[in-house]
C-alpha cells in the first residue's frame, strides 16, 4: 500500500515543474486513476493505483491532453466520452450549442442538423433541451464516430447519425427541410496550424484545419446548405479566433439576416447566427 498523500503532492509538484495548472489537472487524475478526488481517498492506496496515477501524470507533462487520459468531459449538464480521434469539447462551443437551443425552441418539432458533429456535444445538447426536436448529427470520421455513437446511445439516444462528406451532404438533403443548421467546423488554418501548441497535434488534424486560409467550411456551409433551410431557418457557426467579422460578411454577401454574434464565456466573439430570409 502507498500513502494516498505522499502520491498526490508528488503529482502536483511533477506537474507544477513543467507549468502545468496543477490543482485542477492533480484532482482529475488523481480521479481517474484511483476512481475518486483526493480529498474523498483513504489514506492508502494500493501500489497498482500508484502505479497507474505515475504513469497518466507522465503522459499528461509529454503533453497528452488531460481530457484524453481521464476518458470523459464535461460539456453544459453532461458528460462526454471521449479519446484519441475526436475532438475535445470545448467551453468557448457551449455558447453555440446555447445558440441553437434558443434557435430551436422557436419551432415546432424543428428539424436540426448538425455538421461536423465530432463527439456529438451540439447536437447532444439541443436533443436534451428540445426533445420534440428531429436532430442529425453528421459526421465523416471514423475514429469520431466510435464516440459520436456511444455518447448519443448514454446522453441523447434518437439523434440521428450520418456518416457524409460536408462538402457533399447538402446534394442529398430536400429544399427547405430543415429548420437550424449549426456547426463548429475546422477553422484553423494551415499557416496557424504549423504553430499550435504541442498539445494540439493530439487532437484529429481534420477537426482542426481546413488545411487552406480557415474559411472553407465557413464558405461552403454558409452558400450550399441555404437551399436546405427553411423559410426563416438558423444557421448557428462556430467562429475561430478573430474569424466573426468575416463570417459576418458572408452571411450577408449571400443574404441572410439577422446576423448575430455572441460572445464565449471568455468574452471572446465565439458565435455567429443568422436566418434566412424568406
Known amino acids: 500500500m502507498v500513502n494516498a498523500a505522499k502520491c498526490y503532492f508528488e503529482m502536483k509538484r511533477r506537474l507544477a515543474d513543467v507549468g502545468i495548472c496543477e490543482n485542477i489537472e492533480a484532482r482529475e487524475l488523481f480521479r481517474a486513476a484511483v476512481g475518486c478526488y483526493y480529498i474523498d ?57 446555447e445558440t441553437a437551443i434558443e434557435a430551436a425552441l422557436k419551432f415546432n418539432a424543428p428539424v436540426v442538423t448538425d455538421l461536423c ?14 426533445a420534440n426536436s428531429s436532430v442529425i448529427a453528421a459526421e465523416l470520421s471514423e475514429q469520431a464516430m466510435v464516440y459520436l455513437g456511444k455518447n448519443i446511445s448514454a446522453l441523447a439516444d434518437g439523434v ?43 487532437e484529429p488534424k481534420s477537426a482542426l484545419t481546413d488545411g487552406a486560409d ?11 446548405y441555404k437551399r436546405v433551410l427553411k423559410p426563416h431557418g438558423y444557421i448557428v457557426l462556430e467562429a475561430g479566433d478573430g474569424m466573426s467579422e468575416k463570417i459576418c460578411e458572408l452571411l450577408c454577401g449571400c443574404g441572410y439576416i439577422e446576423v448575430t454574434v455572441k460572445n464565449d464565456m471568455f468574452g471572446l466573439p465565439r458565435c455567429v447566427s443568422a436566418q434566412k430570409n424568406v
Open 214 to 224: 480557415g474559411y472553407s467550411f465557413y464558405r461552403h456551409i454558409i452558400s450550399e
Open 117 to 130: 458533429s465530432g463527439s456529438g456535444c451540439i447536437a447532444i445538447a439541443v436533443k436534451r433541451a428540445v
Open 41 to 97: 481517498s483513504p489514506e492508502w492506496i494500493d501500489e497498482a493505483d500508484s502505479d497507474k496515477l505515475y504513469d497518466f501524470t507522465s503522459q499528461r507533462i509529454d503533453g497528452r491532453p488531460l481530457q484524453y487520459i481521464v476518458g470523459s468531459w464535461s460539456f453544459l449538464d453532461f458528460d462526454l466520452s471521449i479519446g484519441e480521434g475526436v475532438l475535445i469539447p470545448r467551453p468557448d462551443t457551449e455558447i453555440v450549442a
Open 160 to 202: 440521428q447519425v450520418v456518416k457524409c462528406d460536408v462538402f457533399d451532404y447538402q446534394q442529398t438533403l430536400e429544399d427547405e427541410s430543415v429548420d437550424i443548421i449549426v456547426s463548429n467546423p475546422p477553422y484553423v488554418s494551415a499557416d496557424e496550424y504549423a504553430r499550435l501548441e504541442k498539445e494540439l497535434y493530439y
